[in-house]
């Protein structure tokens, strides 16, 4: 499975962009989708996920009625929405996929992952 993250750029704080990680190779073995995101000295974390095949989400409650994940199962592409940006979110934004199964899978427990993309929040 291979997974490339676009659609990073240099936005205003209160603006919008749009990241997309295009899926290619063995999907069918892909339960989860996620983003998450690492800012300059700190650790990387969690931002979204959602469940491929039922399209049930998570967010960090940071990013909550700001940011929405989706999909389409056609383009095998996953999608992150991101709205009021604040320059809080300047990171570098990275795709994720998991092959667990029955439960939701922690950052350690995603299997494949894109290269980053940078997102630049100017206040």
């Known amino acids: 499975v291979q997974l490339q993250a676009s659609g990073g750029g240099l936005v205003q704080a209160g603006g919008s962009l749009r990241l997309s990680c295009a899926v290619s190779?063995?999907?069918?073995?892909?339960?989860?989708a996620g983003w998450f995101r690492q800012a300059p000295g700190k650790e990387r974390e969690f931002v979204a996920h959602?469940?491929?095949?039922?399209?049930?989400?998570n967010y960090a409650d940071s990013v909550k009625d700001r940011f929405t994940i989706s999909r389409d199962n056609a383009k095998n592409t996953v999608y992150l929405q991101m709205n009021s940006l604040k320059p809080e979110d300047t990171a570098v934004y990275f795709c994720?996929?998991?092959?667990?199964?029955?439960?939701?899978?922690?950052?350690?427990?995603?299997?494949?992952w894109g290269q980053g993309t940078l997102v630049t929040v100017s206040s």
């Open positions: 190779g063995r999907t069918p073995s892909i339960y989860y």
């Open positions: 959602l469940r491929w095949n039922v399209g049930r989400t």
């Open positions: 994720a996929a998991s092959r667990i199964l029955d439960r939701m899978p922690d950052m350690n427990e995603y299997d494949y």
